[in-house]
């Protein structure tokens, strides 16, 4: 049988011609969903249903929704999905399909569509259904292809049609009576002449909000007038250059605009914003990644910071602050829970697998919530971000054990001490002639080089102790605390355990280093993790000889009894299983590392000559989005090319083909560039981003005690987005007027 397409009014016929005559006569009849088929769509559909769509409309009748529902109804218009609708018909010996054609839809703007019954329907008549509504625009739908237009032609003509199609263009307006109303239209320029003015002085108080919080300048009003804070004094500033705004603050008695409430309104408004200008990216985007760093403020207060990383559609790379989650218990089963639930605000459920990496600070539950992610999103591989500091990765890692934790719990008090008294810190500098690390209540402030400054001036800090509890300057707390410490630095177990750590950690400070390096490649990396674990390796070996050497310098008379010596090699031997653990399972998964090689300018020659056939398996093994076969092509093109020998990195690779529309010819190389930009690299980028975490723990130790801590977060991290969004103000005047009924107007009519 041969197909031939010709159009045919409205829709689109496939004209069949077939080589028996008789067989043409038995294909007359119309093709129709039957019930079952249209019940288990039904179902199907059912839960994804879009407010005007056809089936939402039948089962949540239009009179029966809320105002605010009725005007977004009318917004959206009628849906008009693609329908699986054919019609077989004969005439004159031939044979002839019509079908679906989209076309259709632009000849009648009240024409909708249902993908569940496949069948016509009437938007305005479904809406209101007046008496005399003709049924089958209503209810069935009409799926008749050879009369349909002679029905549409029909149906428009139809009083009832008319009637409901003025009550929807009228819905949401005046009425006409209203509209020809010479005062009523008076004052209704009068209310949005008074809106305009409203709107103006928000926007220039969120102007004002929005300074504030990219230069973290508090937002508190002052019970003083003569001394009014940094907030109060930036919006009489504008006001003294804005007349409008100067004549409201002066004469305003309903809204002013300055209160504490109205800025914790608006700040939850400005939050709202940015974070749906962050989901609606992030959603366009190919793929994305997480950086989740568990952190404290500076009073205590547990957080998780949440980064979303992705390509925006301009092939930008970006670094967005979501939220900061206060978390009650830091255990995996919390922090999961509590990722899962804002991934899934992020990610709809056929978006799972955009997610490709995640990267978390710490080690104390690191294993089990990267664990627990990976199983609702499978592509999500555990990645080292070069954001996470490795020294404390470690010293979190071994702190799972009570004694170490205890060791350096104590290490921090030595700081602390000299930090709290400018006398005491006095002493350190003329009996020490060295500071150590200052100290802080937040996780991340431990320093690898308190280790080294205790250990390698013991002597001289217990000479300061000494010195402090002999003055005659210090308060009995200060010189009992001196005292303990003194004793603590004498402690056969302390000792043991600084000797340890001034081992091990030169070794963690240098893998550090190494991956920070900007020349590194994946076989530096792999020596450098090998060389650390083999260093790690020989100091579990010489366990023995340390802890002969710790139990032979204990002449010292103790207050406290210390371990034995084979307790203490116990707990050595256990802190290094520990690292090397950790550091197997922090970079186990290494393969965006060998992907990378593939787009490395510096090798397209080598490539050339001899095309990297194991990179290329084990890249399509731990990303099978990519299409191998097309890949391979592009990679064996680009190689060949000098044209492209010059370029230093991913994001300019992925710039020059986005620049010259190649999105097309070079679609799988732009999908693995991607994914390569957007994975939080464990060792420095060509052209990577500041981290973002980097400056939330940055805004953390800087706050106290703010109520509204993820609106002032984001408002100073993304401050540079904030600027961006288009329309800004009148997005957040949106949301703000539309919270609840205000006595100040906002809302034009």
């Known amino acids: 049988m041969a197909f031939i397409k010709e159009e045919c009014e409205d829709f689109k016929i496939e004209e069949v011609f077939s080589l028996k005559q008789e067989d043409t006569e038995e294909q007359t009849a119309a093709c129709q969903l039957t019930t079952d088929q249209c019940g288990s769509k039904q179902q199907q559909y059912i839960f994804e249903m879009k407010e005007n769509s056809i089936l939402s409309l039948q089962k949540y009748p239009f009179a029966k929704r809320s105002h605010e529902e009725k005007k977004r109804i009318k917004e959206l218009g009628p849906d008009r999905p693609n329908l699986e609708l054919q019609q077989l018909s004969s005439n004159r010996g031939r044979a002839y399909t019509r079908a679906f054609s989209s076309s259709s839809y632009g000849k009648r703007s009240w024409l909708a569509g249902c993908n569940v019954s496949h069948a016509f329907y009437c938007f305005p008549c479904l809406l209101f259904q007046s008496p005399g509504t003709e049924t089958p625009w209503t209810s069935t739908g009409v799926r008749d292809l050879k009369h349909l237009s002679e029905k549409c032609k029909r149906h428009e003509s139809s009083r009832s049609h008319l009637d409901n199609a003025m009550r929807l263009q009228f819905f949401g307006k005046l009425s006409i009576a209203e509209q020809l109303d010479e005062g009523c239209r008076i004052g209704s320029r009068r209310h949005n002449e008074e809106v305009t003015k409203n709107r103006h002085i928000l926007s220039r108080i969120i102007d004002c909000v929005k300074f504030c919080g990219a230069f973290e300048l508090a937002l508190r009003e002052s019970e003083s007038l003569d001394k009014p804070w940094i907030f109060r004094g930036l919006v009489d500033l504008v006001a003294s250059l804005d007349g409008v705004l100067k004549e409201h603050l002066e004469n305003a008695t309903v809204f002013k605009g300055t209160s504490e409430t109205v800025q914790n309104e608006l700040l939850d408004c400005m939050l709202s914003v940015v974070r ?66 804002r991934l899934g605000v992020i990610l709809p459920e056929d978006q799972k697998s955009k997610l490709i990496s995640q990267g978390y600070d710490g080690a104390s539950v690191m294993r089990g919530v990267q664990k627990k992610i990976q199983d609702v999103y499978p592509n999500a591989h555990f990645i080292h971000c070069y954001a996470h500091q490795l020294n404390l990765v470690m010293q979190q890692a071994t702190s799972r054990i009570p004694k170490v934790r205890t060791f350096f719990s104590d290490l921090g008090g030595f700081a602390s001490f000299f930090s709290r008294s400018p006398k005491c810190t006095d002493v350190l500098d003329k009996v020490v002639a060295r500071r150590l690390p200052n100290s802080g209540n937040v996780t991340w402030n431990f320093h690898s080089r308190a280790i080294y400054t205790v250990f390698e001036h013991r002597e001289d800090l217990i000479r300061c102790f000494e010195t402090v509890r002999d003055s005659d300057d210090f308060d009995p707390i200060t010189i009992r605390e001196a005292g303990a410490f003194a004793m603590l630095l004498e402690d056969q177990d302390f000792k043991f355990f600084l000797q340890l750590f001034y081992n091990i950690m030169p070794h963690v400070d240098l893998l550090y280093t190494k991956l920070q390096n900007k020349d590194i490649d994946l076989l530096l990396i792999k020596a450098s993790i090998q060389q650390f674990q083999q260093d790690i390796q020989k100091t579990r070996n010489s366990l023995h000889s340390l802890v002969d050497q710790s139990s032979a310098g204990g002449s010292q008379a103790k207050r ?145 005690t703010q109520e509204r801590l993820n609106a002032l977060a984001m408002l100073s991290v993304e401050k540079k987005l904030v600027t961006e969004i288009t329309d800004f103000n009148q997005k957040v005047i949106e949301k703000f007027a539309s919270q609840k009924e205000r006595r100040a107007k906002f809302i034009f009519m």
Not at 300 to 325: G, H, M, P
Not at 623 to 652: H, M, Q, W
């Open 276 to 341: 749906e200008h962050i989901v609606k990216e992030a959603q366009s985007s190919s793929f994305l990644s997480i950086q989740v760093d568990e952190t404290a403020d500076i009073a205590t207060q547990c957080q998780l910071a949440l980064v979303l990383r992705y390509i925006d559609a301009k092939s930008n790379v970006q670094e967005s602050f979501y939220e900061l989650i206060p978390l009650h218990s830091a255990t995996a089963d919390s922090i999961a829970t509590a990722l899962k639930e």
């Open 560 to 704: 406290r009894r210390s371990l034995s010596p084979k307790v203490h090699e116990r707990i050595a031997t256990e802190v290094c299983n520990a690292i090397l653990g950790h550091t197997m399972e922090r970079f186990s998964f290494t393969s965006h590392l060998v992907s990378a090689t593939l787009l490395q300018g510096d090798r397209f020659e080598q490539f050339m000559w001899a095309f990297p056939e194991d990179t290329l398996k084990r890249t399509l093994k731990a990303y099978p989005v990519l299409n191998g076969s097309k890949l391979k092509t592009e990679l064996s093109l680009i190689y060949c090319k000098e044209e492209f020998r010059a370029c230093c990195g991913a994001v300019d690779l992925l710039q020059l083909f986005m620049e010259n529309n190649l999105e097309e010819v070079f679609s799988e190389t732009i999908t693995l560039l991607k994914i390569l930009i957007i994975t939080p690299m464990t060792t420095a980028e060509a052209k990577r981003c500041f981290s973002t975490l980097k400056r939330i723990k940055t805004f953390l130790r800087n706050s106290m």
